[in-house]
């Protein structure tokens, strides 16, 4: 039988590839995706238009979300916003010192002088470069702040001064603050003048050794003698004290005050029982609190010892610092300096400062204003190391 030509029903849908099918699927999806979206939002209702899922896609899940979600589902990074760092500068040859410090004289903060201006010239200092200050607290025979030992043994409280009870407590604060160090200056160490508060019970207890000390030309001291033991029992329960009321102290430093000098009466060497007294004191003072630092700023230790019986190589310092005040013998104290924690200088010597501060064997460089003018000083410092820069 022949078979008969007949016209295929349907769309003929069956005999289409599976593969071209899904293309068309695929297209058709995408088409109503991107293009098609503005179109049909225009026939659908817009309540209708919510119900087409991929005109509305479900909210993506916070991966901080404590929302159950699905174990096998793999969780993705978060993403991290990366600030860039800026890059370092070179730090200059005046700020590679261990140490930039100024002196700043018994009477140049405290007296009459409140919290906000004591914080305030704390960071104009550590505005001008400086990174350390050194701050008179004793001297002349008295102390910058209430002391029982001052009151029990010499019947005054402090040097005559108008201070407020805690403006070392402030300097204290904001130089750690400012990332600055604050070094307490035991000004004239065992020397006193007729100025001071207790030179007349000194004279009457016989403190002080035979003679005139005329070191400094202008200026007659009188030596406290520390072979007395109130006397040296004086320094250490003063020194002790302080320690202990100011813990957070960095170091307390003692200048060429602290010796005998060689032109006294009698010619006496006194080298022993200083190196004695200073052991004692220094020790005394450790135990008390082991994270403050003794230093000196002294004369080399030649002269120190055949001119003041200084003999502070056995005195068991932490750091030295040379004086160089004297312009006679500026290189050879320079050259001692490079052998110790650094150099002393007056701001009569700002001319010696570019070498210093090239000099990378100096660690360190202390200032010490003899016009009384620290914050000008400061300001020198500043545009000097600047433009040697």
Same mark, same amino acid.
């Given at each position: 039988m022949s078979r008969s030509?007949?016209?295929?029903?349907?769309?003929?849908?069956?005999?289409?590839?599976? $593969?071209?099918?899904?293309?068309?699927?695929?297209?058709?999806?995408?088409?109503?995706?991107?293009?098609?979206?503005?179109?049909?939002?225009?026939?659908?209702?817009?309540?209708?238009?919510?119900?087409l899922p991929f005109l509305n896609p479900a909210p993506t899940p916070s991966i901080s979300s404590n929302s159950n979600r699905d174990p096998n589902h793999k969780k993705q990074a978060s993403l991290k916003t990366v600030t860039p760092q800026k890059a370092l500068l070179p730090q200059s040859a005046w700020e590679k010192k261990v140490i930039r410090g100024i002196y700043l004289s018994r009477y140049q903060v405290t007296n009459n002088t409140d919290e906000k201006t004591i914080r305030e010239r704390v960071r104009y200092y550590h505005s001008q470069g400086i990174n350390t200050i050194i701050h008179g607290v004793w001297g002349n025979g008295c102390t910058m702040y209430n002391s029982d030992v001052m009151q029990q043994t010499l019947g005054y409280r402090s040097c005559p001064n108008q201070f407020q009870e805690r403006w070392l407590d402030w300097l204290i604060d904001e130089a750690h603050?400012?990332?600055?160090?604050?070094? #307490?200056?035991?000004?004239?160490?065992?020397?006193?003048?007729?100025?001071?508060?207790?030179?007349?019970?000194?004279?009457?207890?016989?403190?002080?050794?035979?003679?005139?000390?005329?070191?400094?030309?202008?200026?007659?001291?009188?030596?406290?003698?520390?072979?007395?033991?109130?006397?040296?029992?004086?320094?250490?329960?003063?020194?002790?004290?302080?320690?202990?009321?100011y813990p957070k102290i960095n170091a307390v430093q003692w200048d060429d005050y602290l010796?005998?000098? #060689?032109?006294?009466?009698?010619?006496?060497?006194?080298?022993?029982?200083?190196?004695?007294?200073?052991?004692?004191?220094?020790?005394?003072?450790?135990? #008390?609190?082991?994270?403050?630092?003794?230093?000196?700023?002294?004369?080399?230790?030649?002269? &120190?010892?055949?001119?003041? #019986?200084?003999?502070?190589?056995?005195?068991?310092?932490?750091?030295?610092?040379?004086?160089?005040?004297?312009?006679?013998?500026?290189k050879e104290e320079a050259n001692y300096a490079q052998n110790y924690a650094g150099i002393a200088i007056s701001d009569r010597q700002l001319h010696?400062?570019?070498?210093?501060?090239?000099?990378?064997?100096?660690? $360190?460089?202390?200032?010490?204003?003899?016009?009384?003018?620290?914050?000008?000083? &400061?300001?020198?410092?500043?545009?000097?190391?600047?433009?040697?820069?």
């Open positions: 030509n007949k016209k295929p029903n349907g769309c003929g849908c069956s005999n289409i590839p599976i $593969s071209i099918i899904i293309v068309i699927l695929g297209g058709t999806y995408w088409w109503f995706s991107q293009k098609g979206n503005l179109e049909i939002s225009n026939l659908l209702h817009k309540n209708q238009l919510t119900n603050k400012q990332g600055m160090q604050v070094h #307490a200056y035991f000004e004239k160490g065992i020397k006193i003048d007729k100025n001071s508060p207790i030179y007349d019970l000194a004279i009457s207890r016989k403190w002080i050794v035979p003679g005139v000390d005329k070191t400094y030309v202008g200026i007659d001291h009188y030596v406290l003698d520390v072979q007395i033991p109130e006397v040296a029992n004086l320094f250490k329960n003063i020194l002790v004290e302080f320690v202990q009321k010796g005998y000098y #060689a032109e006294l009466p009698g010619k006496i060497d006194r080298t022993a029982n200083l190196t004695n007294f200073l052991q004692q004191m220094i020790a005394a003072m450790k135990q #008390a609190n082991s994270n403050v630092s003794f230093d000196i700023c002294h004369h080399n230790p030649y002269w &120190a010892k055949r001119y003041f #019986a200084a003999d502070w190589q056995n005195w068991h310092v932490d750091r030295v610092f040379i004086q160089a005040y004297n312009e006679a013998n500026f010696r400062l570019k070498e210093l501060v090239d000099n990378q064997a100096i660690k $360190s460089i202390l200032v010490f204003p003899l016009s009384g003018k620290p914050e000008e000083t &400061a300001s020198s410092l500043k545009s000097l190391t600047q433009s040697n820069n």
